[in-house]
Structures are given as C-alpha cells and as structure tokens.
C-alpha cells in the first residue's frame, strides 16, 4: 500500500509528562517514519506510514496518552511526504501558542520510589530521583518550551550512565528532562549556622533536628515547605510566633505507609473513599477530613477545629 503523511498539532498539557518519548514508542510500533518535537506549549507530530496505520497512530495518541497527559486535539492535516528514515524526536521550536498549558509537578511514582529504596539500584536513597511521570516540571522551568536547556537543571550535565537513560526508548527516563542522579545531579546540603553536611549527614540532620523539637526549612518543590514535629506542642507554638499565624490551621504532612499508602493517615483523620482517593492524587493535595479521636497531635495544630488538613509526602526528600 502506498504511503502518505499527516501532521498533528495536540495542546494541552502534553508536556513534561513523558509525551514525546509516548510517541516515538507509539510511531516504533506502528512502523511509522517522521518525528515529534515540542513547539512552544503544545506538541506537533509529522508521521508518514498506511492510511490504517496512520488512523490507528490518531486515534491511540489520546487513547494511550500517559496518565498524566491531558491531551487536546487542535488539528491534524494531511501534509507531502518528507521521505524521513525512521522516527526521531526532533528539536523544539518557538512556536506560536498563546494557551499555554504550563507543566506541572508530580509525587515520586511508585517505580522511582522502589527504586529509591533498593540498596542496590544506582539512585538509592538519591533525594531527587525522577522519570518521565515524575518529579518537578514548574518549579524547574525557566521557559517553554519544556527542554532541559529551559530548566535549571541545564548546568548539571549529565553522566554517561544518564545519557544513555535519556537515549534508550525502551528505559522510563526516555528524553525526561530533569534526568540526574549523585554523579551529575544536585545535592542536598544542610547548614544551621554552625554546621554544615552534604548528601545523607544533611538529611539526617535534618531528621535529628525535627525530632529536638526545631523548626527546619526545606528548599524543594514550589519553593521552601516549614517542617516541625506535629505532636511537639511547644515546636508547632513556636512556629506560630514565627510566622505570626496565630490561630490558622498547618497543614500536616503524614508518611505514606501501608498497601494504599493510607495506613497512618487513618490514625490522624476519618477517611471516605473520595478523600483517600484525593490524598493518592499524583498532585499531592491538602485534603480535609474530620480528626480522630485522641489523634496524636499537638492541639495547636489546628485550634477549635474538628477538621485537620492532610497530604502525603510530595517529594522523594519528603519521603526521606
């Protein structure tokens, strides 16, 4: 059957969520030739291949998109062939949207986690581990479109082991922008004025502080997350006077533990279904619940309410 070509245009947030990578797969599979390059905020797609095949790559592109894509049509045409050789990501473009779809961040996924937690797995316990469904998106761009160059992770070059993550199609961190690791990557440092750690000292440190009752500050996602020990009532005054935030609720970081990840929640609030199904949501919201009875916490914490704000960790350092 002879070949003919059409060219895509998708928006919506279709980017800084494993999109590109999607779609070079998609294209493999399918035995189509062209590319896919970001332009501005939205994706365009040029594939040449069967008219079956073609309508089949159309339809799957919204169909199979990743989880975290919210993918909208704006257009397809029919174009010339270009003759390409095979598929490739190509390089990004200004382009001409003006409805950008800013990407956004999301909790470690339950993959980077695992490995997070493998002694043996070459990001073990690295606070900044990510793929292509997670990790920081807004907090790390400087521009669109979303290219390492545009976020601040452009002055850690990478590895040899990280560049041939980001080139392997077959590997979850396929052309994921913020791709590092202890090698090449950022380091997590603590100081108190007196003390200064690198890597896992800082991060114990951080932990032995929490637990004598201190206020510690945490530069992450979004921007710096105030921590204190929620069942230290004298911490979470002094916190207060701190801020000078008298009498409004602090929200209350829970550790995700049991098979849903719910278990120590459940000791703080009265869960529904809708509500635990919130907390898991890959943005990782403040979610309110009524608190429970005799919940270990510190009564200023949320003073004469019933309810308390909740969330799980956000971030791999969270985790940590």
Same mark, same amino acid.
């Given at each position: 059957?002879?070949? %003919?070509?059409?060219?895509?245009?998708?928006?919506?947030?279709?980017?800084?969520?494993?999109?590109? *990578?999607?779609?070079?797969? @998609? +294209?493999?599979?399918?035995?189509? %030739?062209?590319?896919?390059? #970001?332009?501005?905020?939205?994706?365009?797609?040029?594939?040449?291949?069967?008219?079956?095949?073609?309508?089949?790559?159309?339809?799957?592109?919204?169909?199979?998109?990743?989880? +975290?894509?919210?993918?909208?049509?704006?257009?397809?045409?029919?174009?010339?062939?270009?003759?390409?050789?095979?598929?490739?990501?190509?390089? %990004?473009? $200004?382009?001409?949207?003006?409805?950008? +779809?800013?990407?956004?961040?999301?909790? *470690?996924?339950? =993959?980077?986690?695992?490995?997070?937690?493998?002694?043996?797995?070459?990001?073990?316990? !690295? $606070?900044?581990? #990510?793929?292509?469904?997670?990790?920081?998106? !807004?907090?790390?761009?400087?521009?669109? $479109?979303?290219?390492?160059? #545009?976020?601040?992770?452009?002055?850690?070059?990478?590895?040899?082991?990280?560049?041939?993550?980001?080139?392997?199609?077959?590997?979850?961190?396929?052309?994921?922008?913020?791709?590092?690791?202890?090698?090449?990557?950022?380091?997590?440092?603590?100081? =108190?004025?007196?003390?200064?750690?690198?890597?896992?000292?800082?991060?114990?440190?951080?932990?032995?502080?929490?637990?004598?009752?201190?206020?510690?500050?945490?530069?992450?996602?979004?921007?710096?997350?105030?921590?204190? =020990?929620?069942? #230290?009532?004298?911490?979470? @005054?002094?916190?207060?006077?701190?801020?000078?935030?008298?009498?409004?609720?602090?929200? @209350?970081?829970?550790?995700?533990?049991?098979?849903?990840?719910?278990?120590?929640?459940?000791?703080?609030?009265?869960?529904?279904?809708?509500?635990? =199904? +919130?907390?898991?949501?890959?943005?990782?919201?403040?979610?309110?619940?009524?608190?429970? !009875?005799?919940?270990?916490?510190?009564?200023?914490?949320?003073?004469?309410?019933?309810?308390?704000? @909740?969330?799980? $960790?956000?971030?791999?350092?969270?985790?940590?």
């Amino acid at each position: 059957m002879s070949a %003919s070509a059409q060219r895509w245009r998708l928006g919506g947030r279709v980017q800084g969520v494993g999109f590109r *990578p999607f779609v070079y797969r @998609l +294209a493999q599979s399918l035995q189509l %030739s062209g590319w896919v390059r #970001n332009e501005s905020g939205a994706v365009e797609i040029h594939a040449e291949g069967t008219a079956e095949r073609l309508r089949d790559f159309g339809t799957a592109l919204l169909e199979r998109a990743p989880a +975290a894509a919210a993918a909208r049509l704006i257009g397809v045409t029919r174009v010339p062939l270009e003759s390409a050789k095979g598929f490739r990501i190509a390089a %990004s473009t $200004p382009g001409r949207d003006q409805q950008l +779809a800013v990407p956004l961040e999301r909790c *470690p996924c339950e =993959d980077c986690l695992a490995e997070m937690a493998d002694p043996g797995a070459r990001r073990h316990r !690295y $606070p900044f581990i #990510n793929c292509t469904q997670c990790g920081p998106r !807004y907090t790390i761009l400087r521009r669109l $479109p979303y290219d390492r160059c #545009n976020t601040t992770l452009d002055g850690f070059p990478l590895c040899a082991d990280c560049a041939r993550e980001f080139a392997d199609p077959a590997d979850r961190r396929f052309h994921a922008q913020p791709l590092a690791c202890a090698a090449c990557g950022p380091s997590v440092q603590w100081t =108190d004025g007196t003390r200064h750690e690198r890597g896992s000292p800082a991060l114990t440190a951080a932990v032995q502080a929490l637990r004598r009752g201190e206020i510690v500050a945490l530069r992450g996602v979004g921007g710096y997350h105030l921590l204190c =020990d929620a069942a #230290n009532q004298s911490a979470v @005054l002094r916190l207060r006077e701190r801020k000078n935030r008298p009498a409004k609720p602090f929200a @209350l970081m829970v550790p995700a533990r049991g098979r849903d990840g719910l278990d120590q929640v459940r000791e703080l609030g009265c869960l529904s279904v809708v509500q635990g =199904d +919130a907390l898991r949501d890959g943005s990782r919201p403040i979610v309110l619940t009524a608190k429970r !009875y005799g919940a270990p916490l510190a009564a200023a914490v949320a003073p004469g309410l019933e309810e308390i704000g @909740l969330m799980l $960790p956000y971030s791999p350092m969270h985790h940590l």
